[in-house]
């Protein structure tokens, strides 16, 4: 029988009539309304706000650490006198010094060097480009992937491989050409000339295949449309050079431009595996080359930074001209 209202509950039957009023309210109790905070994270990541940051945060890290960090020490350290175990703040003594007969050879041979690669890798590049984008030009795609083995090629090997084709014994290649056209040996590490022509040559050699794809992959973009248009109104070779391949191929002329300044500017290897730390008279010293030699040679890293900085205002200002002449600056119509 079950007990009457006024009797009391064993203590069997009082435990689970409290259980199951435990498990009621627990049942009836209310659940959170909408996604956990684990969600609603993994939600924020993958929203339109945020995920173009996380796109561009590599980038982002890898400037912040690789470049405008050395940046930053490179500037502060132009201001100091760097010894072992000693940082001395000199003013802008390094920038006096910086200015001497030395780097004045360096920035020639670089100068003599930029002009020298500028022209030769943008407008040789863009007429082999267009020999190979011609549509009677047989075997096209081998040669297309043909001119860009140099640039796999290390400098090191590459530069090995000059020096004992352009040897100073009379066994050496390039002078036994000379000697079946009935030219003289020449020793063409020891002379300013023949020490340069080494120096583009090895450049030209390198970089020549690769800009030549990039000027074909603008030339094809261009239309036959605009050529057909052109022969209709009787225009030469080169009036449909002027007036429609080269405005299609402009901005890579610009952008390969600008590249091989400061490509140049900054150049070392082609003088290192010559000469590696000097050169007779200085005649394949590079700004590059002086500032390795004065920070790392001789152990002075504020005079190097120095001149780091004073290579950098040169080749800003070059760049800035270049592209105010070429057009860069101006917007199209």
Known sequence: MYPSGGETLSPGVSFLKEARTVQNSLSTEKKPIGPSPQKNRLKFLSSKKAAPYIFVS????????????????????????????????????????????????ALQNTSVYVILTVVILTVLPMIFAIFLNHKLMKYSTFF???????????????????????????????????????????????????????????????????NILYFLAALQNVSNDLYEAADIDGANVWQKFRNVTFPAIKPVFIFLTTISIINGF????????????????????????????????????GFGAAIGIVLLIVILIISAIQLYLTGAFKKDD
């Open 58 to 105: 590599p980038f982002i890290i890898s400037f912040l650490f690789l470049f405008l960090y050395p940046f930053a020490s490179a500037v502060n350290m132009s201001f100091q006198r760097v010894l072992p175990g000693q940082v001395e703040y000199v003013g802008l003594s390094n920038f006096e010094r910086v200015f001497n007969p030395t780097f004045y050879q």
């Open 144 to 210: 297309r992937a043909a001119i860009f083995i140099p640039a796999l090629t290390s400098v090191i090997v590459a530069g090995t491989i000059f020096r004992m084709i352009f040897g100073d014994s009379d066994g050496a290649l390039a002078n036994q050409i000379l000697n079946l056209i009935g030219l003289s040996p020449l020793e063409w590490r020891y002379g300013a000339g023949t020490g340069m022509f080494l120096m583009v040559t090895l450049a030209s050699w390198r970089w020549m295949g690769v």
């Open 266 to 301: 900054r150049m070392f290897e082609e003088s290192f595996v010559f000469w590696e730390t000097s050169s007779p008279g200085n005649i394949g010293l590079t700004v590059v080359g002086y500032i390795y030699q004065e920070g790392i040679q001789r152990n002075d890293m």
